[in-house]
């Protein structure tokens, strides 16, 4: 899996992003230090991270719900964070779609499915006519395997699997470029979760979609990412291939992450024990940490005594792997 | 397994509920026999019946709900015949604890964390409020809160998710139960501090030998906790037996598909398994195996006749025609053939999970 990501276009690039919200009149509370990183057409990027990391601030960035402090978002080669056009505005929110994580807290409960879905075809006239707007949101049902009776409805009736289609549906009939998926199967139940991977799976090869995916549960992620982000306090401190970094995982937060990843078999599960990753701020007497490549396209973010360390790790890994072939 | 005393013994429980004009099932004869010092891990999606049928066991079923069939015996004591809480008194919260899933809600947010603990003390042991208190920090310092003494005046919204839960955890066992029902009590929490509670249910386990009621929708955690492990589905268990036997051997579709669809043993590129449908609805009086509408295996009886246990082992139950001697045979999904060789593979050296000591 050597994908050149130089050739590859990219579509959102957030950089050097600093967050902060204000705390009183004085205090500043920075949710998200400093992140950096190009998502390119047509892939999943996934951002992983406990509750606190600052994951879902930094995809709320994206669509311009929460503002930057510092740095920029790029969209198609474009900036979007800070003052921009009210045309450019409107591009972003017709390109950049949301999947929330709670289906019925994020469907309006007095309005129909119909309605639901077509609302962003209003704001923007994206239809013809009525017969135009109504083929389309059948065609939207359908992509998301749900029944065009299923209209006059309202979410209320539908199970929570079926209301996370909905709210696929809502983004899809935007006809965006990027998606930023919010923990979109969290609130499901293990049996629905499978389906909604797999349909999200299946409409981005199908219309050529890019997403954000936003998630805490690594295994989730390894099923359905590219390539996968992990933040720790506002700080990203791995980016890599989604199959590089379960191979050659350096940073101690990712592997404190994975191994408390529970594993289906009682035997194994019983002797695993998971790591705690303690460190909450950087040791201010340490030298400056920075993002450093680490493998090709695999970074950390380390300085010179880390380095040595996590080589070493390294070593240590790329000899079992071949061990393993 | 060797002889076991049977602690709690709950047989034939039906659960109704009256949802304005109509009766819904909730539970239709489960029988459970729980063996003293053991983990038992309840497995199922929502609305399946985990939560329901553990709260009988503590007579918290909500107002509009009767257990109409069945006997709870614990020592001596049907526990279905308890109606008032002063029948309750000296039982529930005494020697069957509940620790829930949300310790926000299950937490007093205007009241300390020490009253709150003290106040379970002082109801259940006739003890002055001194030595009341100097328990409830001996407690508070064996969950794990660092300087238990200084955060004893503090307020809930002080602790974080992990520490409210832990708080629970003390609540819960400050009067040395006897079972301690687990109800799906890392959901809300964070997957790494769901690892540390885990790991403190157990070593308190051990240590004050009670036994466990572990209610979750998540077989990573089973594997990790269980003992003895029940699925439940459509308001009945289905199958039972020891955890290695419901790993590694489990014989109802319903079993195989909650395993298969793990996204941990998910293939890049290719389809998560997953099962057709939903659930079915407790207002309707349900033919056949409950599952049939949803499993591609089912047999034509599947929708005609409920099928009984069929015993697979000594420890080892279920609820499944294909068990019958006249069914086809039928192998479990190929995802969940050989489990333990490749869980083995992902975590061992060079394994996508693989995490060395540090």
């Given amino acids: 899996m050597s994908t050149n990501n130089n050739e590859r276009e990219v579509i959102l690039s957030i950089r050097h992003v600093d967050i902060s919200f204000d705390i009183g009149k004085k205090k500043k509370f920075k949710a998200v230090k ?19 990391s600052g994951k879902t601030t930094l995809g709320r960035a994206a669509i311009r719900i929460n503002p930057c402090s510092a740095g920029e978002i790029l969209f198609n080669g474009e900036r979007i964070s800070g003052k921009i056009s009210r045309k450019q505005d409107r591009n972003v929110i017709r390109n950049i779609q949301m999947i929330f994580q709670d289906p019925a807290a994020s469907l309006n409960e007095r309005a129909t499915i119909e309605y639901c879905i077509s609302e962003g075809l209003y704001n923007f006239h994206l239809y013809k006519d009525e017969e135009d707007r109504i083929a389309k949101v059948d065609k939207a049902l359908e992509d998301v395997g749900l029944l065009p009776e299923h209209k006059s409805r309202y979410p209320h009736e539908f199970s929570g699997g079926q209301r996370q289609r909905v709210g696929i549906a809502r983004a899809m009939i935007m006809e965006p470029q990027l998606i930023i998926a919010d923990e979109p199967i969290s609130a499901l139940d293990v049996s629905i979760r499978a389906q909604i991977l797999n349909l999200m ?17 690594l295994s989730v992620v390894r099923f359905i990412a590219d390539r996968i982000a992990v933040i720790h306090l ?3 401190v791995e980016i890599a291939e989604s199959e590089d970094l379960f191979r050659y995982p350096v940073h101690p937060y990712t592997i404190s992450l994975l191994s408390a990843v529970p594993m289906p078999d009682p035997i194994i599960e019983k002797q695993r024990d998971s790591i705690v990753y303690t460190k909450e701020e950087d040791d201010p007497e340490a030298s400056p940490r920075e993002m450093r490549e680490i493998r090709p396209g695999h970074f950390v973010y380390a ?18 792997n071949a061990e393993n072939q | 397994m060797a002889e076991k005393n049977i602690i ?28 003293e010092g053991e983990t038992f891990a309840i497995v199922g999606e929502s609305g399946s019946g985990k939560s329901v049928f553990t709260k009988t066991f503590t007579g918290m079923l909500e107002s509009n709900g009767r257990v109409t069939n069945g006997s709870i015996m614990f020592h001596d004591v049907d526990l279905v015949q308890l109606k008032s809480d002063k029948d309750w008194e000296g039982i529930r919260g005494a020697k069957i604890s509940t620790v829930f899933q949300d310790p926000m809600t299950s937490l007093n947010p205007i009241k300390t964390i020490g009253s709150q603990i003290v106040e379970v003390i002082e109801k259940h042991q006739k003890i002055s409020k001194q030595e009341a208190k100097e328990q409830a920090i001996s407690m508070m310092a064996r969950v794990g809160i660092p300087n238990a003494a200084d955060r004893f005046d503090e307020y809930p919204f002080q602790y974080s998710g992990g520490m409210r839960q832990r708080i629970v955890i003390a609540i819960a066992l400050s009067c040395h139960p006897e079972i301690l029902i687990c109800d799906e009590p890392t959901t809300a929490l964070d997957v790494t501090i769901q690892a540390q509670i885990i790991k403190l249910i157990k070593d308190l386990q051990k240590e004050l030998g009670f036994t466990t009621i572990y209610i979750t929708h998540d077989l ?3 594997a990790k906790v269980a003992d003895r492990v029940g699925v439940m589905y459509g308001g009945q268990i289905i199958e039972y037996g020891t955890v290695e036997e419901i790993f590694y051997d489990p014989k109802h579709p319903y079993t195989w598909a909650l395993l298969s669809s793990l996204p941990q043993l998910g293939v890049k590129g290719e389809d998560l398994y997953y099962i057709n449908g939903t659930p079915p609805s407790l207002f309707n009086r349900i033919i056949g195996d409950s599952f049939a509408p949803r499993n591609p295996h089912a047999l034509k009886i599947d929708f005609a006749k409920e099928p009984p246990f069929f015993r697979v082992s000594d420890t080892h139950y279920a609820k499944t025609w294909l068990l019958d001697p006249r069914a086809p045979s039928l192998e479990k999904p190929e995802v969940i053939q050989d489990l333990h060789e490749k869980i083995e593979k992902m975590t061992g050296k060079g394994g996508a999970f693989y995490v060395d000591e540090q």
Avoid: C, P, Q
């Fill in chain 1, 234 to 236: 506002g700080k990203i």
């Fill in chain 2, 220 to 222: 990573g955690v089973v």
């Fill in chain 2, 8 to 35: 709690l013994s709950a047989k034939d429980i039906e659960v109704k509920f009256r949802v304005r004009k109509n009766y819904l099932t909730a539970i239709r004869n489960v029988s459970l026999d729980l063996y």
């Fill in chain 1, 201 to 217: 799976n299946k409409l981005k090869k199908e219309k050529n979609l890019t997403y954000l995916f936003i998630a805490h549960d």
């Fill in chain 1, 34 to 52: 400093d992140a950096s990183f190009d998502i390119y057409r047509g892939e999943t990027f996934a951002l992983v991270g406990e509750s606190g």
């Fill in chain 1, 303 to 320: 300085n010179d005594e880390d380095m040595v360390a996590f080589e070493e790790r390294l070593k240590k890994l790329e000899l079992y």
